[in-house]
């Protein structure tokens, strides 16, 4: 009942988006959204028209064509004389004046196909002068260089304006960016270019941008043209990207170059992957079934005030969601209800199957699937996130995820669409090694060149990397190769670290922090911890080289805010470090 679920949720999440309403408060404020988290109205809250629409004509009900109505006032005063709106002032950033837009075509449409010709025709005029700004900005090289998505976004939005305002010109555009678009496809299926600070140039590629929005878009440029090669490409882009759905709808981008806005359903501002998937599910039967599972993630990570939070664990580390969420899910949701195809029968996800491993060789991630468990393992490049090799996910089937990754150092990069962490933050929830050598901290987490490989038996993954350090771009070697080799049971996962240490360390530590849930306990046990949770135990022991389990760490919590998670850190630590191999052991076991 994948349509039935997201309407339901479209309706909650409007009736949020009207309980933050400005209703006579501020003059200028007037019908706008406000964030209660970020105390300010986002300029993107113009996505909610679409939605709200959608609400009012499926419901027949006045209050949301009201909220619909003030909110295209606040629009209309709000649009800049070029055509544009600012996304989040004092920031001048205004190129998301591409997704309202977008709303507004929808709304257009959808007004028009359910005989509200008078409703829609007052929404022409916005677009109309939006649709010249966003050529300027994306065809004209007003905006040269941004992320990937804007780019594709806009083919979808200028054929939309070509099909309204009757203009052959957006269309010619709106081709000429698509066919460009399909170049920014890679070997593996996965959309290239969301390259804000990225590492290194091929190391740009963010799953949770490319599924919640770009791939939307060029799916409905093929609904909107029928061009077959658009089609075809999308198709191929898709089923790359479902791989990433894991089994319970939460999606892998553990890693990807944006990953900072990650919150387990996909990204925090973007709109949302059932756009993509609802469009084409005539064509494969797993489409329907990944967003459908999308969807309830969504809905679990929802908060007490029927906003979308940051994860699974949002409640547990903020009092308030960030509103920007809420109206892009609304929004993407509606769009997969009016433009979505039926659903063929219910079908199994990739992630379904107990693959094994499988190896995404652009990515430089591998994916493990045993019967009970499934782990990312990651040396992509992109900057601040996971990588060296380490379980940037590892997800259980009856208790979620038990470990995960996050920003390797916690940075406000998008100040508005990031909140400061309450408390002191401590650290991220990736697991890792970290070392100090004179002073100096080192990391697998630096280390961007890890050579993963798998097993000719197919159940077991080698890392192979050298500790580099914080601090760039100065690179002075540690002179400390690392292995890790990852061994995948059906209800166990061994680690077994192994150091060529070739100078002396002042500490050499491995830091594994575990996933913990509101009602789980957790106990010593010699040289681990044991993690119980609602009946089911997660068993973790560290053998081997004399590391130190570190009691100071025991019964800590940490939390990571994207994907908001509550972890407890687990640390075994050697002090004055020989040169010298070692090798450490750690096993996690489910029973
Ligand atoms: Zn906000």
């Not at 697998?444 to 771009?473: C, F, M, N, W």
Request: proline content about 4%.
């Amino acid at each position: 009942m994948p349509y039935l679920h997201m309407k339901q949720r479209v309706k909650q999440l409007c009736d949020t988006l009207i309980t933050y309403q400005v209703d006579h408060l501020v003059e200028s404020w007037e019908g706008g959204i406000i964030c209660p988290s970020c105390k300010r109205i986002h300029g993107r809250c113009g996505d909610a028209i679409f939605p709200m629409y959608y609400m009012a004509v499926e419901t027949g009900e006045e209050r949301y064509r009201h909220s619909a109505q003030k909110l295209v006032q606040f629009m209309k005063r709000n649009q800049l004389f070029d055509g544009s709106w600012l996304n989040d002032e004092p920031s001048t950033w205004k190129g998301t004046t591409v997704f309202q837009t977008l709303s507004l075509c929808h709304a257009y449409d959808y007004l028009n196909d359910n005989d509200e010709a008078d409703e829609a025709a007052a929404l022409l005029d916005m677009i109309e002068k939006a649709a010249k700004w966003i050529t300027w900005a994306f065809c004209e090289g007003g905006i040269a260089q941004t992320n990937v998505n804007y780019f594709i976004t806009t083919g979808a939005v200028l054929q939309w304006c070509s099909q309204i305002l009757n203009n052959a010109d957006y269309a010619r555009e709106a081709k000429k960016l698509m066919y460009w678009s399909l170049e920014q496809i890679n070997k593996d299926g996965f959309i290239i270019g969301e390259a804000k600070y990225t590492n290194r140039p091929h190391d740009n590629i963010d799953i949770g941008y490319n599924f919640d929005m770009s791939i939307g878009a060029m799916a409905e440029y093929y609904l909107l043209t029928g061009d077959t090669q658009v089609k075809e490409a999308t198709l191929r882009v898709l089923r790359a990207h479902i791989q990433m759905i894991y089994p319970d709808g939460s999606m892998d981008n553990s890693f990807g170059s944006r990953g900072y806005k990650w919150t387990l359903y996909g990204s925090k501002t973007a709109h949302g992957c059932q756009m993509a998937l609802m469009m084409l599910c005539d064509e494969d039967p797993a489409f329907a079934e990944a967003a459908d599972r999308n969807a309830h993630y969504v809905a679990s990570c929802m908060n007490k005030d029927g906003m979308v939070g940051y994860g699974p664990h949002h409640e547990a580390i903020f009092d308030k969601s960030c509103i920007h969420t809420t109206f892009n899910r609304a929004d993407a949701f509606a769009v997969a209800l009016v433009y979505g195809k039926p659903i063929p029968e219910s079908s199994l996800i990739p992630s379904d199957h107990i693959f094994g491993l499988k190896q995404f060789p652009s990515l430089n991630t591998y994916h493990a699937r045993t019967e009970s468990l499934m782990a990312t393992v990651t040396g992509f490049g992109a900057n601040n996130a996971p990588t060296g090799g380490s379980i940037s996910y590892l997800w259980h089937n009856t208790l979620g995820p038990l470990q995960i990754g996050s920003a390797t150092t916690y940075e406000r990069s998008e100040v508005f669409n990031m909140p400061e962490y309450p408390g002191t933050y401590r650290g991220t929830t990736t697991p890792r090694i970290e070392a100090v050598i004179q002073g100096t901290n080192y990391g697998s987490l630096y280390e961007y060149e890890a050579a993963i490989a798998a097993d000719e038996d197919r159940t077991s993954l080698h890392v192979y990397g050298r500790l580099k350090p914080l601090q760039q771009p100065i690179q002075i070697d540690s002179r400390a190769a690392y292995s890790i080799h990852y061994r995948f049971y059906d209800q166990k996962v061994e680690k077994t670290y192994r150091f060529d240490v070739q100078f002396p360390m002042d500490r050499l530590s491995i830091i594994e922090p575990f996933v913990i849930q509101s009602d789980t306990s957790t106990a010593r046990d010699n040289s681990g911890i044991v993690m119980e949770t609602s009946g089911t135990t997660v068993t973790v022991k560290g053998e081997g080289s004399p590391f130190i389990f570190n009691t100071e760490q025991e019964g800590a919590t940490i939390a990571a805010v994207f994907p908001a998670v509550m972890c407890t850190p687990v640390q075994w630590t050697m002090e004055n470090v020989l040169p010298g191999n070692y090798e450490f052991t750690v096993s996690i076991s489910v029973q």
